[in-house]
């Protein structure tokens, strides 16, 4: 029989073990704002908000993934900025024009950025190039006219630093247009997706929200007095972004990421769909198994009508078959004293 001193020593044990097991904080839910597939490489762009990874682990089934994680604000970002140069923005140019200079020069040292006017016919007016003082030029020299052209205007700015890694191209956009002037937001978003591009909106209206958003980026309202506090939400925002990334699994399905930065543990999912899902080629072996078997054995298959009439020689095609075979001379038959022997003359 156990004493009652080694009963409350057991129970201090559980009380005790029982408050750390509380005293654990829950995860932090980890917004993934984005996924980007390229062949064996996905990258999730994820908002930390004002966290410091230190740490980060994807699992899939359980089962951990090579995986790092890194800022989408680094030296190696490239921005494309994209101006609404219309007669119509006319009013709010300065402000974007303001705006974008600010932002460039807030860049870390070593980033790429280059500036599209959208005004049709959309342009690039700033080359890519490292570096604030090209870009800031060029943006004084944009003056406003003409139509929107805001749907080249986005093509041209995808068309920039083609060979800068997925996450780390930045499209902001400043603009008083309602929409892209032809495609849809969904339609936008997968563009960007699948060019690896994150689109972020300085604008107006549910279009902006649900294109941006669908890209790992974000519309950020702009309206009167002016475009700064937009500004502020826009560099704040990008802060927080951060990107993840591992490789891509054979087969469709969630994955599990958890970030630690010391103080907080963030945790979220994202599915993740490969371009070639390994999946479906087994769903199709079975049926092209038995379709190859079928032509095989159609190909094989004895003639079973009991028939000795021999195979139909194949009909050729073209001119050549309209030209009648050759014949030969009939046999002359002779007779000789040794019997009938039929010959040819």
Avoid: Y
Wanted: proline content about 9%; aromatic content about 4%; charged content about 20%.
């Amino acid at each position: 029989m156990s004493s009652p001193t080694r009963n409350w020593s057991d129970r201090r044990i559980l009380a005790v073990a029982g408050a750390a097991v509380l005293a654990i904080p829950a995860p932090v839910p980890l917004p993934v704002a984005g996924v980007f597939v390229s062949g064996s490489a996905t990258t999730l762009v994820i908002d930390l908000g004002a966290g410091s990874p230190e740490d980060v682990t994807v699992t899939r089934d359980g089962t951990p993934l090579a995986a790092r994680i890194e800022p989408v604000v680094s030296p190696e970002v490239a921005v494309t900025l994209v101006v609404d140069a219309s007669s119509s923005g006319a009013a709010a140019l300065p402000g974007w024009l303001s705006a974008d200079a600010r932002f460039v020069l807030g860049l870390p040292s070593g980033a790429r950025s280059a500036v599209v006017a959208d005004q049709a016919p959309a342009s690039v007016v700033a080359p890519a190039q490292r570096g604030p003082s090209g870009i800031v030029r060029a943006l004084g020299e944009i003056r406003a006219g003409r139509d929107r052209d805001t749907g080249r205007a986005l093509s041209l700015a995808l068309a920039q630093f083609p060979e800068v890694a997925d996450g780390r191209r930045v499209v902001l956009l400043c603009t008083g247009a309602m929409d892209a002037g032809g495609p849809s937001a969904a339609s936008l978003a997968e563009r960007f997706r699948n060019e690896g591009v994150i689109l972020v909106v300085v604008g107006r209206g549910d279009f902006w929200s649900a294109a941006a958003g669908g890209t790992g980026g974000f519309l950020a309202p702009a309206g009167a007095p002016g475009v700064v506090p937009a500004l502020d939400q826009v560099e704040g925002v990008l802060a927080g972004r951060h990107l993840v990334r591992f490789p891509t699994p054979a087969r469709t399905g969630s994955v599990v990421v958890t970030v630690d930065d010391a103080q907080v543990v963030f945790r979220g999912e994202a599915v993740v769909s490969p371009e070639r899902d390994d999946r479906i080629w087994w769903l199709m072996a079975p049926g092209a198994a038995v379709a190859l078997w079928l032509l095989v054995r159609g190909v094989s298959r004895p003639d079973r009508s009991g028939s000795s009439r021999p195979p139909i020689p194949p009909t050729g095609t073209g001119p050549a078959s309209m030209r009648p075979a050759p014949r030969g001379r009939a046999a002359v038959v002779r007779k000789f004293d040794d019997g009938d022997i039929p010959v040819t003359d």
